[in-house]
């Protein structure tokens, strides 16, 4: 199994840019989270997705954030306007329902620096 | 409402061992335990979901105590590839998002 997969692996983009996240969970799997990592802030989760439906968005910061996950096997969170505080890593995460009793696995996570 | 762990940073030598705490203000429901190596993803190591369960993986252990508002990550003759920062993972009983506590950074040095 490739685990869960996340593009780009890097993105460097200027303030004011529409930015574009996104992830591939790991197959079967049913629930799938988006996470933030910053030094200041830890890991902060912004939303999660119970087959293909947002079930709580109230992680993401403000507006201009935006999830989607269109079908089981890919999702998107999209940034616009981008400003340099969005830098960060962001993650993505999957696991077999959002149940207590299942491990989320990560993917290897996108790092975004704005300018 | 955020976990605290304690402690914030933690060095050990090799074969020494360590135990990092994760507690809540009111019961939670389950905690999970993951390890982040620096620049990659975190990893799970074990959840816990009873009072009074304890879980071990090798080395690495961990308990939550009755009332459930405590856990505690016992990593016993400390290996240097247990370099990282560890999160608990909680949630609770009114469904409160899954939150993570602000992490233990640990190093084991040779």
């Known amino acids: 199994d490739a685990g869960v997969i996340q593009s780009p692996r890097h993105e460097v983009t200027e303030m004011g840019q529409e930015v574009t996240l996104r992830c591939k969970p790991i197959s079967g799997h049913n629930s799938l989270f988006w996470y933030r990592q910053t030094m200041m802030r830890g890991l902060e989760l912004l939303i999660y997705f119970n087959n293909n439906v947002p079930i709580d968005d109230s992680g993401m910061p403000e507006d201009r954030f935006s999830a989607k996950m269109p079908n089981a096997s890919f999702s998107t969170l999209k940034i616009q306007p981008s400003e340099p505080r969005d830098s960060a890593v962001y993650f993505c995460?999957?696991?077999?329902?959002?149940?207590?009793?299942?491990?989320?696995?990560f993917g290897p996570g996108t790092r975004l620096t704005v300018l | 409402q955020q976990p605290v762990q304690s402690p914030q940073a933690v060095i050990l030598r090799e074969g020494e061992d360590a135990v990092i705490n994760c507690s809540s203000s009111?019961?939670?429901?389950?905690v999970h335990w993951y390890r982040q190596k620096h620049g990659e993803a975190p990893v799970f190591l074990m959840i816990?979901?009873?009072?009074?369960e304890q879980k071990g993986h090798e080395k690495i252990s961990a308990s939550f105590n009755e009332k459930k508002q405590q856990s505690s990550l016992y990593l016993t003759a400390s290996q240097l590839s247990y370099s990282g920062t560890y999160f608990c993972g909680t949630e609770f009983p009114d469904g409160q998002n899954f939150v993570f506590g602000p992490g233990t950074r640990l190093s084991v040095l040779p």
């Open positions: 995460a999957s696991s077999l329902d959002s149940s207590a009793y299942n491990e989320q696995f």
């Open positions: 816990l979901l009873k009072g009074g």
């Open positions: 009111k019961a939670l429901y389950s």
